[in-house]
């Protein structure tokens, strides 16, 4: 005798394929990003970034390793960045201290550009 299975047998297997694949990706050995450009990052990260560049500079006044750092975000205006930043935390009722910092290398960093133009 022969029974006719027809295709059901074939999509279960596939929906099970599927449903196990999609469980081992995602829990069991999910993607890690390592070792990603900072100009890869999406904005909230990017913004994350500058506040730890500002509050670096804050603490220990290096603008030449704050400004290599913004470097790598390869914004077209840093200091813009900053300020724009400054002003967008503030404006949500972010932390002051924060914004502070923020506005204090953008500031910083408009008077080494003007300083030392290349």
Avoid: F
């Amino acid at each position: 005798m022969s029974e006719k299975r027809g295709a059901w047998y074939l999509l279960t297997g596939l929906v099970l394929g599927l449903a196990l694949g999609l469980a081992y990706s995602l829990w069991i050995s999910p993607i890690e990003y390592a070792r990603i450009a900072p100009q890869s990052l999406g904005s909230g990260y990017k913004d994350t970034y500058r506040v730890l560049i500002a509050l670096a500079y804050d603490a220990n006044g290096d603008i030449g390793r704050a400004q290599a750092r913004l470097s790598l975000l390869k914004d077209d205006d840093p200091a813009g960045a900053l300020a724009a930043h400054a002003q967008r935390l503030m404006a949500e009722g972010g932390s002051a201290s924060e914004a502070r910092a923020l506005a204090s290398l953008s500031d910083a960093l408009l008077a080494h550009l003007a300083a030392n133009p290349t």
